[in-house]
C-alpha cells in the first residue's frame, strides 16, 4: 500500500485565519491540506474559489493544496486553480461526461488529478481505463456538501474493491473520518485520509494526525 498521507480539511478552520490554520496543521504532521470547493451548483453550499486558494498558496510556499472540486462543471476550473498553486485537482465522477480529457487538462498543468464518487455512485464506474490514467480515487464517506456528518460505513466496501484492482494508487477517504473511523478506512486500504471536525475540533490535532497516520501504517 502507499504511504500514510493525513490531509486535514480546511472546512472545519477558522476561515479568517486560514493561512495560519493551514500552518498550523503542517506543522503538526500534516502532509497535505484539503481544500474543499463548493460552488452551489453540484451541491448546495459555496466555499472558496481560486483567488483564497493564491492567498494560501503566496502565504505558505511548498503547500501541497489537494483541492476537493465540488463543482458542476470542473473543466471550468482547472486554469484558475493551477495558477492559484493548487498540487492536485480532484473532481466528481457524476460532474463530468469526458473524465479522460479532464484528467489530461489537469495534468497538462502540472498539477495531480483525482476522480471522486459519492455514497451513491458504485465503484465499478472508475473503470480501469479512468483509474489507471488518474494520480488518485476518492471515495466519499458522507454526501459532499458539507462538514461534520456522520461517517457512512456502507461506502467502505468500495474502498476494499478499488484497493484489490489497484494496489498502488492512492485512495483517499472523506467525510467522518477521525479516531473512531479510521480503522474500517485503514483496513480496507485508504492510505489519503480527510478530516475535518476530528482534527480541527481536537484540543490536541497534533496527536490526531499523529494517530490517523499510525493507524494506516498499522
Ligand atoms: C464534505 C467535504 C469534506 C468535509 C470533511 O463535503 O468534502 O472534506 O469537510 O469534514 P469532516 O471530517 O468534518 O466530515
Ligand atoms: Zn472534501
Redesign the pocket.
Known sequence: MPRAIISP?V??SDFGQLTAECKRMIKGGAEWL?M?VMDGHF?PNITMGAPILSCVSKGIPGIFMDC?M?VAQPEKWVNDIADAGGALYCFHLEATNDPLSLINAIRARNMKAGVAISPDTPSTAITDEIANAADMLLV?T?Y??????KFLERCIPKVAELRARFPDKDIEV?????PNTIAACADAGSNVI?????IFGATDPEGVIAALKASVNA
Not at 459532499?144 to 456528518?149: A, C, F, L, S, Y
Open positions: 480539511s472546512l472545519a484539503h474543499d451541491v476537493h465540488m466519499m458522507v459532499p456538501g458539507r462538514g461534520g456528518q472523506d467525510g467522518g473520518v477521525g480527510v478530516a475535518g471536525t476530528a
